[in-house]
Each structure stands twice: as C-alpha cells, then as structure tokens.
C-alpha cells in the first residue's frame, strides 16, 4: 500500500497570502496525484488532477506542481472562502487508491 | 449538471446489514467506473470499494473484503454497496464518487456526492 503522508497539518495563512501544503507518497506515483478540497459539513470536490492539471471551474489561484514522490498544492493569494481541508490522493497503483491524512487551511 | 445522491444510510447494530444506494444524473453512467468513498466522522478518506462501467470488475479495501458488495445497474443509473457484519469501526459517512482519467486504471474521483451516514451502534 502507498502511504502518503501530508504537511503540516493546519496552516494558518493570512487573506492575500500564498499557502503551500506538501503530500509525499511512500514511493512513487509518478504524476497520478489529486488534490481534493473539503469544506465544512461538505462533500470533497476536485481541485487538481495529473499533479499540475485544475479541473473544470477551479479558479487559477490554485496550481498543482510536482511529481514521483513529492507533490505541491499552491494557493496563490488565499481567499476567505478557500477554508477548508485538502486532500492528496494517489491512483497509480490499487487497490487500495489512498488518500494522505488532509490538511485543514485556516484564516488569519 | 452531475448529481449523485446516496441513500441507504441509518443505525444499525453491530453485526447487522445495511445497503447504500447512489442515484446518478448529468453524466454517461453506463461509460464511468464508480467508487465509494467513506470518511469517518471528524477523520480523512478511505477509499472503500470500485467497480468498473459494466460491474465486470470489482475491487475492494481490505477492511471491508468479504463483507461489502459493490454493485450497479445501469438502466437505473445506479450504484449500490451492500454491507454486511458491519462493525463499529465501519461507522461513517458514505460517499459515491464518478471515475475519470486517460488511461485504463488511472482514475481520480471527478464528482461526488453529498454523503450518507452510516452508525454502527448498539
């Protein structure tokens, strides 16, 4: 099984901001990674695909960069509704496809 | 517009059965591989459970192998996940989510539903 582990796990970051959260896979995923974003009390919704593609309707302030083993999540300039938990999640090898333990984006 | 909707969720005793249900709309179902996704509350994802887009292959975690069935019928548009000896550690919120991707096995979850809870308690 592909561990992946997320960092750090909250981060507070002011409105305006970059924020930049970091997935790591136990060995390499090549550039099968997503990005998912969960809001409060709602279902996950897809951010990125293919480690750097933004999926339909996802503002530019999001960018996905990486491959392999280490893999990057940027908000460029963080809004108040950008609240929520993200999550990696590799699909390049299964079962089972796993998910890293999230990263809760807080507002300063 | 896509829409999945899941139903089936409820409290059940420690032993007993359940079946989730997923209602799907806005997009070629009978084309797209599906999964089921849980999320204990307050915790992260597990992936559950996948079946390609004729039910001809399916897969599962290891911690639910032998007691969840994933199913589909495609005339209805719909998924189902039949849990069996459902145990306190299966409590959660369910979800259904569409497959997508370019090549044969690599697949992200493009949409998802709203989620169903699932309380295994005595």
């Known amino acids: 099984e592909i561990v992946m582990t997320q960092s750090p796990p909250t981060l507070s970051v002011s409105p305006g901001e970059r924020a930049s959260l970091s997935c790591r896979a136990s060995?390499?995923?090549?550039?099968?990674l997503a990005w998912y974003q969960q809001k409060p009390g709602q279902a996950p919704r897809l951010l990125i695909y293919?480690?750097?593609s933004r999926a339909a309707g996802i503002p530019d302030r999001f960018s996905g960069s990486g491959s392999g083993t280490e893999f990057t999540l940027t908000i460029s300039s963080l809004q108040s509704e950008d609240l929520a938990v993200y999550y990696c999640h590799q699909y390049n090898k299964g079962p089972p496809w796993t998910f890293g333990q999230g990263t809760k984006v807080e507002i300063k | 517009e896509v829409h999945l909707v899941e139903s089936g969720g409820g409290v059940v005793r420690p032993g007993g059965s359940l079946r989730l249900s997923c209602a799907a709309s806005g997009f070629t179902f009978d084309a797209s591989g599906m999964s089921w996704v849980r999320q204990a509350p307050g915790k992260g994802l597990e992936w559950v459970s996948r079946i390609n887009w004729n039910g001809g292959i399916t897969q599962y975690a290891d911690s639910v192998k032998g007691r969840f069935t994933i199913s589909r019928d495609n005339a209805k548009n719909s998924l189902y996940l039949h849990m069996n000896s459902l145990t306190a550690e299966d409590t959660a919120f369910y979800f259904c989510a569409s497959e997508d991707g370019d090549l044969p096995g690599l697949y992200y979850f493009n949409y998802w539903g709203q989620g169903t809870l699932v309380t295994v308690s005595s």
């Open positions: 293919d480690a750097s």
């Open positions: 060995q390499s995923v090549r550039f099968n």
